[in-house]
């Protein structure tokens, strides 16, 4: 990056607190005049620099690696086919029925972003042919959680009632205690909340660098999905899509400021005065180039109306999938949990004596092709013991634990991607 760039992106960072924020008045169905804001995400930044000065180095930095790794991979990331898939977890915080939104809704939120992120969209062709070569397969995809933090299966879904009327920028949705649903290790979903929005606004997404317990998307529940409370013209999922853009380090096409000479350090999205609304007609240029890209889904057109990222987008956000969001790659989140739920994973186990002086036998006839791994931890978590058997002979070891405090321990048993988990009671030892 040069000196120039870097004071560019110092300045533009240093001013957001004074930026513009573009709303927009529409008449709302159920809330009568309202003046919609398509997306808070800068709002939102505003308020999280006023509370974390030093939020705005971590970005700048960011932003100086983001734009060295597209220098150095570009033309490798054009040859690579992997797929990256994300991990997701939807909390949905309702106050009234309408606002607890069903599965197929956010079934329907899960397939417009796969749609959309790998240009899969039924209405990609809408692209218009000047823009159809800069049009990108992002490569990333999306799958709801199969297993928690903790191991266990879920269906991704997360439910809670709140007596929280609506929410603002404030971050409470993403805390128990507030009213909201704490988010899940950022390190291996993306959380989405789903929830009543205050203000007109539709949604807002915390960009890279910031904290992980508020990290994350939040969309209103009448611009999540296409079905059930989806209301137009922003009800084919496309808040979600814009600002899972932002989550993925992604700007708006005119920029953090506004005007012609500012930009999102994209180079094949054409520079624009400020967003565009409803749906235009091609051409549509408020700069010098051909025209805008209103189609772009990180403009504020309806969602009807939207229908490609760029190459350029891709690039950043294979940046940061690289970088800050690295960890996503290796989740296990969407790998089901198998056998817990039913025990079917070593179907006879017997432990015993249990209660114990300190020694536990552990038996079982079931024969797996691969090795079993036993770990007892304590209350605490620590790993008091570990050791491993051919899967292949069954199982027959005794546990020594004559050395540890009396108390309940948890022998967990590992193999063929599986796991379960026992409890042991030590009595008497000490
Ligand atoms: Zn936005």
Redesign the pocket.
Same mark, same amino acid.
């Given at each position: 990056m040069s000196k120039k760039q870097i004071n560019k992106v110092s300045r533009l960072l240093l001013l957001l607190v004074f930026s513009i924020n573009f709303n927009f008045p529409v008449l709302n169905a159920q809330d009568n005049e309202e003046v919609i804001n398509r997306?808070a995400?800068m709002e939102y930044l505003e308020l999280r620099l006023m509370e974390n000065p030093e939020l705005e180095n971590k970005m700048m930095a960011i932003e100086k690696y983001t734009q060295k790794w597209i220098r150095d991979n570009a033309f490798l990331t054009s040859k690579n086919k992997e797929i990256i898939t994300i991990p997701v977890v939807v909390h949905i915080v309702y106050n009234t029925s309408a606002q607890n939104i069903s599965d197929a809704q956010v079934h329907s939120q899960i397939e417009v972003l796969n749609q959309d992120y790998r240009r899969l969209n039924s209405d990609a062709a809408n692209t218009p042919s000047f823009f159809q070569p800069v049009a990108a397969d992002c490569q990333i995809e999306f799958c709801l959680a199969k297993r928690t933090p903790e191991d266990s299966a879920t269906s991704g879904i997360i439910r809670r009632n709140t007596n929280v009327g609506s929410f603002t920028l404030d971050n409470k949705v993403k805390f128990d205690s507030l009213g909201g649903s704490d988010a899940w290790d950022r390190d291996k979903y993306l959380n989405l909340w789903v929830c009543k929005l205050a203000g007109g606004y539709l949604g807002y997404a915390s960009f890279p660098g910031g904290s992980p317990e508020v990290d994350g998307v939040v969309t209103r529940y009448q611009s999540f999905g296409k079905y059930g409370s989806a209301q137009p013209p922003y009800h084919m999922g496309r808040t979600c899509t814009?600002?899972v853009g @932002?989550w993925l380090n992604l700007l @708006?096409p005119w920029g953090n400021w506004g005007g012609c000479s500012d930009d999102d350090y994209v180079s094949d999205t054409p520079n624009q005065e400020g967003p565009n609304y409803y749906c235009p007609v091609y051409p549509q240029p408020s700069c010098s180039d051909t025209s805008d890209m209103f189609m772009n889904y990180?403009d504020y057109t309806n969602d009807s109306c939207m229908n490609t990222f760029t190459k350029g987008q891709k690039l950043r956000m294979k940046a940061i999938i690289d970088s800050v969001r690295a960890p996503l790659k290796t989740s296990n989140g969407c790998q089901p949990v198998i056998g817990i739920a039913e025990n079917t994973f070593i179907p006879d186990i017997q432990i015993f004596p249990n209660p114990s002086n300190g020694y536990v036998n552990v038996i079982s006839s079931h024969t797996y092709t691969q090795d079993l791994e036993f770990i007892v931890y304590d209350l605490l978590g620590n790993i008091i013991m570990e050791s491993s058997v051919a899967g292949s002979t069954g199982i027959n070891i005794k546990i020594d634990l004559t050395a540890e405090p009396s108390g309940v321990y948890f022998l967990k048993i590992t193999g063929m991607g599986q796991s379960r988990v026992e409890k042991i009671f030590i009595l008497g030892t000490k």
């Open positions: 997306c995400t814009h600002e @932002h @708006h990180m």
